[in-house]
């Protein structure tokens, strides 16, 4: 699987108030860079928490004025989210200056939590380069969790870093099995074949290609990387994600 173009993530620091007290302020902002691909589809991920609040981000804020607009959905850049609660795709386009679309010419509202997924749609024949950015995820009791319900779920690592998958909990949490469709499923896409590749979790062995035998996978969780989750079982599966780096060396 070829490894997509993504920038390692720039964290800067704005710490206060450090020498008077045992109290510390710290803003962690960070960023990262995805290549898209000419007339090809990638699933994108934000890694980060929003700025300034707790609500999500507006999907619009992210993107910004990056892509290309046009007049309709085939004349523009498209992004498209996935809809838990409806069970299909939502895609908007970018008016220039205006804004982001439905089809019917919905304003997009959209709001992005860290560790939420989504697909860019470049429709240019050039590659292009999109900046996502946020606050750099600090969790208090070192853990973050992903929760993911029956079905399918859009998902990205929940934190501006990139990880193999092996050293990731991800398998702690899956449901495991010896085969692909028994177990839980982690479904990559491939930016440049533009095409799935599923893996499952094997007990007391690790992640296997569903399409190549039971040989042991890793690759890179990559940061801006978006993948699907999909858990067979009723219950949830509950992703508690070790926190990768320290925020006070």
Do not use: H
Request: proline share 6%; net charge negative; charged share 15%.
């Amino acid at each position: 699987m070829k490894k997509t173009g993504i920038a390692v993530v720039v964290m800067l620091l704005a710490v206060g108030a450090l020498a008077q007290s045992e109290v510390k302020s710290v803003n962690a902002v960070g960023y990262v860079k995805v290549t898209l691909p000419g007339n090809k589809l990638t699933m994108c991920a934000f890694n980060f928490d929003p700025v300034n609040g707790t609500n999500g981000v507006p999907l619009a804020d992210v993107l910004g004025d990056q892509l290309v607009g046009g007049g309709s959905v085939g004349d523009s850049d498209n992004v498209i989210v996935w809809s838990r609660s409806l069970l299909e795709y939502e895609t908007f386009f970018k008016i220039p200056d205006y804004g982001w679309y439905t089809p019917g010419f919905e304003l997009m509202t959209n709001r992005v939590y860290n560790g939420d997924a989504f697909w860019i749609f470049n429709r240019q024949s050039s590659q292009q380069e999109v900046t996502f950015a946020g606050e750099v995820v600090d969790i208090p009791a070192g853990t973050n969790s992903l929760q993911f319900g029956q079905g399918l779920t859009m998902f990205g690592y929940p934190y501006p870093a990139e990880k193999m998958l092996s050293t990731t909990a991800l398998f702690d949490a899956a449901q495991k099995a010896y085969s692909v469709g028994d177990a839980d499923n982690l479904i990559v896409w491939d930016s440049d074949a533009q095409e799935y590749i599923t893996y499952f979790p094997v007990p007391d062995y690790g992640w296997v290609d569903a399409a190549a035998g039971f040989d042991l996978v890793d690759f890179p969780v990559e940061m801006g990387r978006g993948m699907w989750y999909v858990r067979k079982a009723a219950t949830p599966a509950n992703w508690m994600e070790p926190q990768p780096y320290s925020l006070d060396d």
